[in-house]
């Protein structure tokens, strides 16, 4: 296809310098939005008085027909083209003549490239939400499943303190629940406008900017011209928040992987996610969650490859951002893939309570209890702290656990032991009066799972 810009340049380029500058491979994805904001943009030419309406009709209803014979397959996209722009504009004047050449009045490739990466980002940003709200939806209800099943809780990966599952799951469910909020805002402070703003200057025609935004579904027009042509902050912003759901997506994986590991035998993960070795048959090896984590490194490089694009560009518009594509599509076809089988994922997973019972009672982690026991009799703390760990020495060194040291022995060590202690010091005990906001009592996570539902319905 032909260029569109033969003015002071010829429109002739090497092969090589021209397939460089190319991007129809990648920004043919934007051919919808380019598509629904030019209809737009006709329409307004035609109420402004800028073309005639009827034109301004017969270009909307050529560019509906486009769209629907691409979207349908009917219409292949012509490779040969320099971007979509000039895809859709060439077939369009192929179609209905020299009037397809109106089209372009009052706007640049700029302000319309500009245009199509918000709605795009505005759509992905909505795909991504609901997807949020999935995961969550499923961390919840897994974390109900098991708001009783006690498990070691861990510090630097070593045995610290019982919790509970259902506790553990709502932890994620949180971090992805102010993950959503992140897309949220996001996406209320993109959805501003920046068609109009044309090259860099605006233009001297009569448009109507508020027009364009409603009918595209824009809260309002970007003040300034040459901030609407040289910005991609949304895109940053969008891109940030989809790293730090990687980032939460990757250790909740590790943590799946760790899980299923023959060394824990936490849980077992759902056949739909694992798959088989080729030469050992006992493998069933957790594939989904380290793919998930693996491709934590995309998204954020995603991240850092927009905004070093973007540093020290001198405003307006500069082809570097051309580049903006394909990263953002990379790191948003990444995101959703991983949460679309995250919540099905974590949905199927079913939980070995006994070996994670077996686990917490292993590992003396009821020791602050012990302490906490002699400190609610009066010992200060920092007393009580010394006795539970010698004793909890003592205990290591005859491999027994807590509670099957007699309680002469206690005695021995501290007359305040009474019978009373086992019950202190038992796991259910531990978990059961955590009762502190947010703890790991079986009340608590009840709590939790209740605020995090009412959170779920507040899209
Ligand atoms: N393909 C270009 C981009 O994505 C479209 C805008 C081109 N504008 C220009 N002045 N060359 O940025």
Known sequence: MAKLWEGLVSGVMSEAADSFNASIKFDKRLLEEDID????????????????????EKIASALLSLKEEVLSGALAVDETAEDVHTFVEQTLTARIGSLGKKLHTARSRNDQVALDMRLFARKTAGEVIELLTSLVSALADKAEEYKGAVMPG??????????????????????????RDRVKDAKKRLNLSPIGSAALAGTTYPIDR?????????????????DGVSDRDYLV????????????????????????????????LSSDFT???????????PDIAELTRGKTGRVVGSLVAMLTMLKSLPLAYNKDMQEDKEIFFDAADTVIACLTVASPMIASLRAKTENMEKAAKEGYINATDLADYLTKKGVPFRESYKTAGAIVRAAAAKGVTLDEIPLSEYKAIDPLFGEDLYEAISLETCVNKRTSEGGSAVSEVEKQIVSIRKEIENV
């Open 275 to 285: 798959t088989g070795s080729s030469i050992m048959p006992q493998k069933k090896n």
């Open 237 to 268: 912003e969008l891109l940030s928040a989809f790293a730090l759901i990687s980032v939460h997506l990757s250790r909740l994986s590790e943590e799946l992987v760790l899980w299923s590991s023959w060394e824990f035998k936490f849980i077992e």
């Open 154 to 179: 861990y510090t630097h990966l070593q045995r610290a303190q019982p919790i509970t599952f259902g506790h553990h799951l709502c932890c994620y469910a949180y971090q992805f629940l102010r993950d």
């Open 37 to 56: 904001g030019s209809i737009v943009h006709a329409r307004m030419l035609g109420k402004q008085g800028i073309i005639e309406e009827a034109e301004a």
């Open 210 to 226: 508020a027009f364009e935004a409603k009918s595209l579904g824009f809260d309002g027009v970007i003040p300034n011209s040459l």
